[in-house]
């Protein structure tokens, strides 16, 4: 119990004590803030007496209101700075905007100008596209597009105009696109076109027979005279000479090989059959890289120049056969030349 009423006793006593202190504090901040007030409530005279006799003007006021009075005259200068610097900002942003605005339409003008040039293409390219197709008979399918029939441009440079600005530019750019995607299909017709040539080209005689398109023609097709006999004769194939032997001899059109040999006039020579009847024969070669019965590709070499059988010097005979005709092998040669 002694301690009990002990320790209540010390309670009682830190309590007091600390009743004491924030007694203390709040009497001081009374005394501060009365101090404070009393501070800036004193009374002040401003007189302003001026250089003539005129009356002396004299009016009073206090402390606070000449801070206050201060704290706001400085709140306005510096609303005054920042809101200048604001509208210096802005009339800089506006310049650059209106810098922008100027490229942007010098641009725009630019991109009309490419656009016109690409129009008067189109139009170009439509004139030439529908000459090539009549030429070989491909007909051009109308447009989905109504204002383009039969692919025609000339809807897209009509004196009346159907909007301004951009929205006519728009217009000229979709009549355009229709047009192109119309001429996709004759396009593509004359890739497949191109493409079955080239298989024909491919299977007929069309390339010059020695690689590189090297040598000339020693002698021709038809009536010549015979170089070692000196008696006129029927020359059923054409002379072509490099001046030396060794050169490689090409298949002039995709074929199958019918005939390797040797013959006393011919010499060393290869016939190939190709597709649509045609023969091709290559005599007087120095050798042959091919065998009977092979198949060979436009451009392969089959042999090289020499001067074996009748002959007067390295050369290549070559002959074009049609069934049982012998045609001038000159028709061929310049068709196309091989690599």
């Known amino acids: 119990m002694a301690k009990t009423r002990q320790y209540k006793r010390f309670e009682k006593n830190l309590a007091q004590k600390f009743l004491g202190l924030f ?22 005279t401003i007189m302003i007496i001026p250089h003539t006799q005129e009356k002396v003007v004299n009016f009073q006021t206090n402390i606070f209101s000449i801070v206050t009075g201060f704290v706001l005259v400085i709140g306005l200068v510096c609303s005054f700075f920042y809101f200048n610097n604001q509208s210096e900002s802005s009339l800089s942003e506006i310049a650059r905007l209106k810098d922008e605005n100027k490229t942007t339409l010098a641009n725009l003008d630019e991109l009309r100008d490419e ?7 189109a139009q170009r390219f439509q004139s030439s596209l529908s000459k090539s197709l009549s030429l070989i008979g491909i007909n ?22 159907k909007a301004q600005g ?28 191109l493409e079955t040539q080239g298989d024909i080209f491919a299977d007929t005689p069309s390339i010059w027979p020695i ?36 050169d490689s001899v090409l298949a002039t059109a995709n074929g199958q090989i019918v005939t390797v040999a040797y013959d006393p006039s011919f010499g060393n020579y290869v016939i190939i059959k190709h597709a649509y009847g045609y023969y091709t024969r290559y005599a007087h070669l120095k050798a042959s890289y091919v065998k009977k019965g092979q198949f060979v590709s436009q451009g ?9 059988g009748i002959s007067t ?27």
């Open 313 to 339: 010097g390295p050369h290549l005979h070559y002959e074009v056969h049609i069934g049982s005709d012998v045609v001038d092998p000159a028709k061929y040669v310049n068709i196309k030349v091989s690599d």
């Open 115 to 121: 656009n016109n040039n690409l129009l008067q293409a």
């Open 211 to 246: 690689k590189g398109g090297i040598g000339h023609v020693s002698m021709t097709f038809g009536q010549n005279l015979h170089p070692i006999t000196g008696q006129w004769y029927i020359h059923k194939g054409i002379d072509l000479s490099t001046w030396r032997t060794g």
């Open 140 to 161: 051009q399918v109308s447009n989905t597009d109504t204002s383009i029939q039969n692919g025609d441009l000339s809807s897209l440079f009509s004196s009346e105009a």
């Open 23 to 44: 007694g203390k504090f709040f009497k001081l901040v009374k005394i501060c803030l009365v101090s404070i007030f009393r501070f800036f409530d004193r009374k002040l």
């Open 300 to 308: 392969e070499t089959i042999g090289a120049i020499g001067n074996t």
């Open 166 to 193: 951009s929205v006519t530019e728009t217009a000229d750019i979709r009549k355009l696109t229709s047009y192109l995607e119309g001429a996709v299909q004759p396009v593509e017709q004359i890739g497949k076109m």
